[in-house]
T-cell receptor
Framework: NAGVTQTPKFQVLKTGQSMTLQCAQDMNHNSMYWYRQDPGMGLRLIYYSASEGTTDKGEVPNGYNVSRLNKREFSLRLESAAPSQTSVYFC????????????????FGEGSRLTVL | GDSVTQMEGPVTLSEEAFLTINCTYTATGYPSLFWYVQYPGEGLQLLLKATKADDKGSNKGFEATYRKETTSFHLEKGSVQVSDSAVYFCALNDYKLSFGAGTTVTVRA
């Protein structure tokens, strides 16, 4: 079972370059999420998609864009990378819809380590 | 807004020692509470959860009880193993998931 698959696993960019992180899930989940993980700060939500066709900002959306391409895929784009975006990025999916009482769990990918020089 | 505060690490223990990681929360509603674990080089995975007050979640020898009166969800394990070395995250979910900063636990043989 693949679960949640993220690509690439590692990427080095120069300041100002653009790139897209890809995420796909094979569990038929409605909701998908992008988080970033930084030392001492836990996970912070960048964007989420409660269902196909919808996206919403999380805590730290500035400098990012997302696309919910279909039910399986949710991509994160950095249009002009900055050193402050050096981080480990995690995609996750779940059955729960964000407006419902939450009882479900999130399933995470293995992460994408991005370095911006 | 909703938030979670968990004990800062790192925590270093010997095998068979008792582990407690404190977690308290602030929420306006009635959230579900979770503990996630991240092993080296991997993504997070759910360790245990509790969806209402006085519920006890348990898994792999770990336990946590949802205490509404103290707004806490402390994680405990009676006898840790080297394989329990990981980063542990407390999280709450009212309408979206909010994570604590994570506690790094290292268990030495």
């Amino acid at each position: 079972n693949a679960g949640v698959t993220q690509t690439p696993k590692f990427q080095v960019l120069k300041t100002g370059q653009s790139m897209t992180l890809q995420c796909a899930q094979d569990m038929n989940h409605n909701s998908m999420y992008w988080y970033r993980q930084d030392p001492g700060m836990g996970l912070r939500l960048i964007y989420y998609s409660a269902s196909e066709g919808t996206t919403d900002k999380g805590e730290v959306p500035n400098g990012y864009n997302v696309s919910r391409l279909n039910k399986r895929e949710f991509s994160l784009r950095l249009e002009s990378a900055a050193p402050s975006q050096t981080s480990v990025y995690f995609c996750a999916s779940s059955e729960m819809r964000t407006r419902d009482r939450a009882t479900g769990e999130l399933f995470f990918g293995e992460g994408s380590r991005l370095t911006v020089l | 807004g909703d938030s979670v505060t968990q004990m800062e690490g790192p925590v270093t223990l010997s095998e068979e020692a008792f582990l407690t990681i404190n977690c308290t929360y602030t929420a306006t509603g009635y959230p579900s509470l979770f503990w996630y674990v991240q092993y080296p080089g991997e993504g997070l995975q759910l360790l245990l959860k509790a969806t209402k007050a006085d519920d006890k979640g348990s898994n792999k020898g770990f336990e946590a009880t949802y205490r509404k009166e103290t707004t806490s969800f402390h994680l405990e394990k009676g006898s840790v193993q080297v394989s329990d070395s990981a980063v542990y995250f407390c999280a709450l979910n009212d309408y979206k998931l909010s994570f604590g900063a994570g506690t790094t636990v290292t268990v030495r043989a």
